[in-house]
């Protein structure tokens, strides 16, 4: 979605709201592809004092299976982006985006920050207990039964303690 900014470039305090709609199914995280449902994006461009922001709000919802025990969870996404749109950043800025012949691709933009702002492992909770490595066994509904191993070079470290 490309928007053009002449109308707010130079009104300090002049805003543009906008919404969309991305879809980021084709995008890998990990060996899954979680995002199954629209992106929805709503936010604004505004002039503060001369200087031009992107304030955003992105939900959808992360359809994943748990790295940890494999179970499938939905679970809902939520993120704010703020940067800042400059019409001639410096080659090393890495924290604003470019405004070229006074518009600005706002997918792009929402695109990085959405993949930036990605889990590197999908859970279906904070401390999901995986598996047992031997029977298969879902730790988080509790003990398998299965015999804990122990590695007999630490068998005297065991003793000390």
Known sequence: M???????????????????????????????????????????????????????????????????????????????IETLLCEKPDEDDTESYPIENDSVEVDEIITSAFVLDMDSRFLCRPDCRGICAKCGADLNDGPCGCAEETDSRWAALKDLF
């Open 2 to 80: 490309l928007i053009d900014l002449r109308s707010i470039l130079d009104r300090p305090g002049a805003r543009i709201s906008f919404n969309t709609e991305l879809d980021f199914s084709d995008f890998m995280f990990g060996a899954q592809k979680p995002v199954k449902e629209p992106v929805y994006v709503s936010g604004e461009i505004f002039n503060k004092a001369g200087v031009i922001f992107l304030l955003a709000d992105v939900v959808t919802n992360l359809h994943c299976v748990c790295d940890r025990c494999a179970a499938d969870f939905t679970r809902e996404y939520r993120s704010r």
